[in-house]
């Protein structure tokens, strides 16, 4: 399906080169941006996640990576 937004001359040029240069169409080119601000906020998210949690459960999450990390894989 296919639709129409509405945008200024400006900014319809705007992206229009903007896609040109990367050798994408417009509509290639505004999916890229969508993804990009699709993975900014979730990286953003995480870094709010990680500010969040307490050095107790830092400690306890390194503690446990460094346990699995030193396991030692077996066929039994």
């Known amino acids: 399906m296919v639709t129409s937004i509405r945008v200024s001359n400006e ?3 705007r992206l229009r080169a903007q896609a040109a240069r990367e050798g994408l169409t417009l509509g290639a080119y505004l999916a ?6 699709d993975r900014r906020e979730r990286l953003q ?3 709010a996640t990680i500010a969040a949690t307490s050095s107790v459960e830092i400690a306890t999450h390194s503690a446990e ?5 030193s396991a030692e894989l077996a066929d039994q």
């Open 65 to 69: 990576s460094a346990e699995w990390e």
């Open 45 to 47: 998210s995480l870094k």
């Open 11 to 13: 900014l319809r040029d």
């Open 32 to 37: 890229r941006l969508a993804d990009a601000e």
